[in-house]
C-alpha cells in the first residue's frame, strides 16, 4: 500500500502564495498518479491536479489552472502544489491522493492523505 502525508496548509490573504507537499511511501508507490483533491464545507470533493511521477503527464482544473502549479521530486518521493494568487474560494481542506487510473474523479485513486486545511481571507 502506499502512505501519503500532507504538509504546508495553513491561512493566508487573498492573493497569497502557500506551498503544499505529499510525502509519498510504501512499496511500489511510482505506479500511482498522485492527485490533489479539495473539498470545500457543504461541498463535493473536486479535482485540483494531477501528475505522474516522471512528469510527463500533468492536468490542472479550470478553476486552478495559471494559478497552481504541481511538481514531483522522485528522490525525496514528495509531490507538491504551489499555490499563488489564492482566493476565499480556494478554501478548503486539501487532500494528496494516489491511485493506478488516470482522471479527474475521486473514486479513481485509492490512497489519500489526511488533508490539510487551507484558509484563504478577502
Known amino acids: 500500500q502506499v502512505q501519503l502525508v500532507e504538509s504546508g496548509g495553513g491561512s493566508v490573504q487573498a492573493g497569497g502564495s502557500l506551498r503544499l507537499s505529499c510525502a509519498a511511501s510504501?512499496?511500489?508507490?511510482?505506479?500511482?498518479?498522485m492527485g490533489w483533491f479539495r473539498q470545500a464545507p457543504g461541498k463535493e470533493r473536486e479535482f485540483v491536479a494531477l501528475?505522474?511521477?516522471?512528469?510527463?503527464?500533468?492536468s490542472f482544473a479550470d478553476s486552478v489552472k495559471g494559478r497552481f502549479t504541481i511538481s514531483r521530486d522522485g528522490a525525496k518521493k514528495v509531490v507538491y502544489l504551489q499555490m499563488n494568487r489564492l482566493e476565499p474560494e480556494d478554501t478548503a481542506v486539501y487532500y494528496c491522493?494516489?491511485?493506478?487510473?488516470?482522471?479527474?474523479?475521486?473514486?479513481?485513486?485509492?490512497?489519500w492523505g489526511q488533508g490539510t486545511q487551507v484558509t484563504v481571507s478577502s
Open positions: 491522493a494516489a491511485g493506478l487510473g488516470y482522471g479527474r474523479h475521486s473514486y479513481e485513486y485509492d490512497y
Open positions: 501528475i505522474t511521477w516522471s512528469g510527463g503527464s500533468i
Open positions: 510504501g512499496r511500489s508507490f511510482r505506479e500511482y498518479i
